[in-house]
T-cell receptor
Framework: GAGVSQSPSNKVTEKGKDVELRCDPI?????LYWYRQSLGQGLEFLIY????????KSGLPSDRFSAERTGGSVSTLTIQRTQQEDSAVYLC???????????????FGSGTQLSVL | AQSVTQLGSHVSVSEGALVLLRCNYS??????LFWYVQYPNQGLQLLLK??????LVKGINGFEAEFKKSETSFHLTKPSAHMSDAAEYFC????????????FGRGTSLIVHP
């Protein structure tokens, strides 16, 4: 596609439910990033993919969070047993090369607004 | 470790006035620095980046930023604010030979008054 696509754009769920957030990066981009944006907290790094591998998942806040990437393309971020503190905007970004290219820009999707009631 | 600090969560200016958004970085090696802008209900997009080629970097929409090593700063400026500049602005840092994953500041919300 022309840009990074994320779905759904909004997700309202009940505490304790599982949710899946999807990211379609720009075609040909090998690097994919997930960030979380909370009010007044800026962007918090969650996980980085190079191809289908995740060399850095240091930002995942707990074992309730997991992510995968298949075919070097689509990525899914899963949050199990959601809690109210998980409410935030989840942003996905992609870049052409990633590792070894620290000066390249990231292309961001519009995010998924997650609300846990 | 690398980090950026953005001073001021909100900056308010009048239309036509100078815009100054502050960013200070911390890095043990020469950094790469970025400014991104986020308009309401949109993802972030790159305004400009510093990659050591020149200390004064010009970006889109009339914005520019100057890298000052002695002050560890990379402040964003625009001579004359426009209503359409109202948005959230994020400073970010990466560094060669280390973490290539951008670390972002907390963001500064720019408010432009008519």
């Amino acid at each position: 596609g022309a840009g990074v696509s994320q779905s759904p754009s909004n997700k309202v769920t009940e505490k304790g439910k599982d949710v899946e957030l999807r990211c379609d990066p720009i075609s040909g981009h090998t690097a994919l990033y997930w960030y979380r944006q909370s009010l007044g907290q800026g962007l918090e790094f969650l996980i980085y993919f190079q191809g289908n591998s995740a060399p850095d998942k240091s930002g995942l806040p707990s074992d309730r969070f997991s992510a995968e990437r298949t075919g070097g393309s689509v990525s899914t971020l899963t949050i199990q047993r959601t809690q109210q503190e998980d409410s935030a905007v989840y942003l996905c970004a992609s870049s052409l090369a990633g590792q070894g290219a620290p000066n390249e820009k990231l292309f961001f999707g519009s995010g998924t607004q997650l609300s846990v009631l | 470790a690398q980090s950026v600090t953005q001073l001021g969560s909100h900056v308010s200016v009048s239309e036509g006035a100078l815009v100054l958004l502050r960013c200070n970085y911390s890095s043990s090696v020469p950094p790469y620095l970025f400014w991104y802008v986020q308009y309401p209900n949109q993802g972030l997009q790159l305004l400009l980046k510093y990659t050591s080629a020149a200390t004064l970097v010009k970006g889109i929409n009339g914005f520019e930023a100057e890298f000052k090593k002695s002050e560890t700063s990379f402040h964003l400026t625009k001579p004359s604010a426009h209503m359409s500049d109202a948005a959230e602005y994020f400073c970010a840092v990466t560094r060669s030979g280390g973490s290539y994953i951008p670390t972002f500041g907390r963001g500064t919300s720019l408010i432009v008054h008519p």
